[in-house]
């Protein structure tokens, strides 16, 4: 099955081959979507950040554990927030579902122009499978973070780009489509979302075609961009005051985790996995058939000025890989697409290992939620009671927060002097902290506090008490 098909599939069953596909890639991604807790191979920090928006009822300042937070903008905490305020709280499902939609409508791009680059559905059956079916984008499809969604924002505005390259009576609608969904990308995760600008420079530095930059569609795209960005920058700053929202900006650290330069040269393979595996015949390929290197040079120029941008960047991890897998997606189906049939086999196979992986991890499901479990073990106690926390870590802090449901926040008492004079005093209160903290306790302190309860937390354990 090769090129030629495109001449033997009617139209039909070209909408047939779409419509199975849609299909069978929404089954295989919503597929237990809501049985993990979210501190289960997951990140429930963002839930959190959207569940204190629907309590607060403040949608323009994001915040974490009471405390204003600008680590990442607001559109995923948004786009959890939204739905679950109509149903009431953050489950898990309904944090997974911006990275569910988003994983789903990418495979269906990337659906779209494979059978746009090799001529016939097929094609773009095989692209979108190796795209949903690898680790990488099949497991960040399936967790509450922003990953996902910006990579959706990269292909989406690559591909607009790219169609209005190509159709020029319609370049219009496309250039535009393609700077709205940067200036998304953008409210997604701050500079990253700026990522296809490099990419469409690189591309059309190579066409020898730069003066499109300035075309009308371009400069009108540019506007739109920055008017995307500010319809939330300017209401925070309104709010907040522009000298305190610099001072915010820069006390926030955004990035933190450092790897060697050679981190993503190792890093590619297991996540592309199982598809890496024919990286070398790709690579090969590439260099002795220029027929294909034309036909995917824009994927080319894509992966290879993301990874040097990625591998030039001193802050690196293995899901910013990410906005890279589209691409060496469409490039990889080149070698099956004269074998439809076979690739089903390895795909296939595949698919039912992720989800034996995941069914593991569900299996182990409270011993991995040690956030669900100690608040599940709480809520007997708490009742009229008013309930601080004393020296406990901030990922604690959003556990019991998040599964408690407490708005206001659980107050954090700070100072020694602090808990003295709530201990002394006469309302009648519950303090949670850690055992060694408690254990420090002078004799004399001890006689002001009444041990309630030990639980088990994570490596250690926790102690409340009460006046």
């Not at 979302?193 to 469409?200: F, H, N, Q, R």
């Not at 956030?371 to 406990?392: A, C, D, Q, V």
Request: aromatic content about 18%; proline content about 6%; charged content about 20%.
């Amino acid at each position: 099955m090769g090129m030629h098909l495109d001449k033997i599939i009617e139209p039909q069953k070209e909408r047939e081959i779409f419509l199975i596909f849609s299909l069978m890639s929404g089954i295989i991604l919503f597929f237990n979507l809501w049985t993990r807790s979210l501190e289960n191979h997951d990140y429930l920090r963002y839930a959190e950040v959207a569940r204190e928006m629907i309590r607060s009822g403040d949608w323009i300042v994001p915040r974490l554990n009471g405390e204003i937070y600008l680590h990442k903008p607001p559109l995923l905490f948004w786009l959890i927030a939204l739905p679950s305020s109509i149903y009431g709280y953050v489950t898990p499902l309904l944090a997974r579902i911006p990275s569910f939609f988003s994983a789903w409508l990418g495979s269906l791009l990337v659906f779209q122009w494979g059978k746009r680059i090799y001529g016939n559905s097929l094609s773009g059956f095989i692209s979108g499978g190796i795209l949903l079916s690898n680790y990488q984008y099949f497991f960040n499809a399936r967790i509450a973070k922003t990953d996902m969604l910006l990579c959706f924002f990269i292909l989406s505005s690559l591909y607009s780009f790219y169609l209005g390259y190509h159709e020029e009576p319609k370049k219009g609608p496309f250039l535009l489509a393609s700077f709205i969904f940067i200036g998304l990308g953008v409210l997604t995760k701050g500079p990253f979302g700026l990522i296809p600008l490099p990419i469409i420079f690189g591309f059309l530095l190579k066409e020898k075609k730069l003066k499109i930059l300035v075309y009308k569609e371009f400069i009108i795209g540019y506007f739109v961009l920055i008017l995307i960005v500010f319809l939330w920058i300017i209401p925070f700053i309104s709010r907040l005051g522009l000298e305190r929202s610099l001072q915010l900006l820069e006390e926030t650290e955004v990035l933190t985790r450092k790897a060697p330069f050679y981190f993503y040269f190792v890093e590619i393979w297991p996540q592309f996995a199982p598809w890496s595996l024919f990286l070398p015949i790709l690579i090969f390929l590439l260099y002795k058939e220029k027929i294909f290197r034309l036909r995917v040079n824009f994927f080319l120029i894509w992966f290879i000025l993301l990874f040097i941008i990625l591998t030039i960047f001193q802050y690196r991890a293995s899901r910013y890989l990410l906005g890279a897998i589209p691409p060496l997606a469409l490039m990889t189906a080149g070698i099956w697409r004269k074998k439809f049939l076979f690739f089903l086999i390895p795909f296939s196979f595949i698919i039912l290992v992720w989800h034996v992986v995941e069914i593991q991890w569900i299996n182990k499901n409270m011993s991995r939620s040690p956030g669900l479990t100690l608040s599940t073990n709480l809520k007997p106690f708490l009742k009229e009671k008013k309930f601080f926390g004393y020296k406990l870590d901030p990922s604690t802090e959003e556990e019991l927060n998040f599964y408690l449901d407490i708005y206001p926040c659980i107050p954090m008492i700070k100072r020694v002097e602090d808990f003295n004079n709530l201990a002394n005093g006469e309302d009648r209160i519950l303090i949670l902290m850690p055992k060694e903290v408690y254990e420090e306790f002078p004799s004399n302190d001890l006689l002001s506090i009444r041990f309630i309860k030990e639980f088990p937390y994570k490596k250690g354990r926790l102690v409340l008490i009460s006046n």
